[in-house]
Nanobody
Framework: QVQVVESGGGLVQAGGSLRLSCAAS????????MGWYRQAPGKQRELVATITSGGGTNYADSVKGRFTISRDNAKNTVSLQMNSLKPEDAAVYYC???????????????WGHGTQVTVSS
């Protein structure tokens, strides 16, 4: 089994910064894609940013230039540095990982339980 745990959410004023972290552990042979998604009340979950094992990144247009995703392959962690936060960034942020488990030829997708980000105006 694989566990995915996020940390780092909280309350911040508009214009401030937060750093989210996510650690995957358990039966992991290799992690392919890692990413962050968010879901605000009454809205669908949406992609924020993803990063491949080789470091290739993809961002939602709404966060480009403000958020930076990074990962540590040796530690199976992914982080999201969020700067210049806006009230519309408030949401529950979820970590998502594609994990290859030992002995299996295809990846499994796992979600964390989420961490709340609140931005006051």
């Amino acid at each position: 089994q694989v566990q995915v745990v996020e940390s780092g959410g909280g309350l911040v004023q508009a214009g401030g910064s937060l750093r989210l972290s996510c650690a995957a552990s358990g039966n992991i042979f290799k992690i392919n894609m890692m990413g962050w998604y968010r879901q605000a009340p009454g809205k669908q979950r949406e992609l924020v940013a993803t990063i491949t094992s080789g470091g290739g990144t993809n961002y939602a247009d709404s966060v480009k230039g403000r958020f930076t995703i990074s990962r540590d392959n040796a530690k199976n962690t992914v982080s999201l540095q969020m700067n210049s936060l806006k009230p519309e960034d408030a949401a529950v942020y979820y970590c998502n990982v594609d994990v290859y488990r030992a002995g299996l030829p295809f990846p499994y997708n796992y979600w964390g339980h989420g961490t709340q980000v609140t931005v006051s105006s």
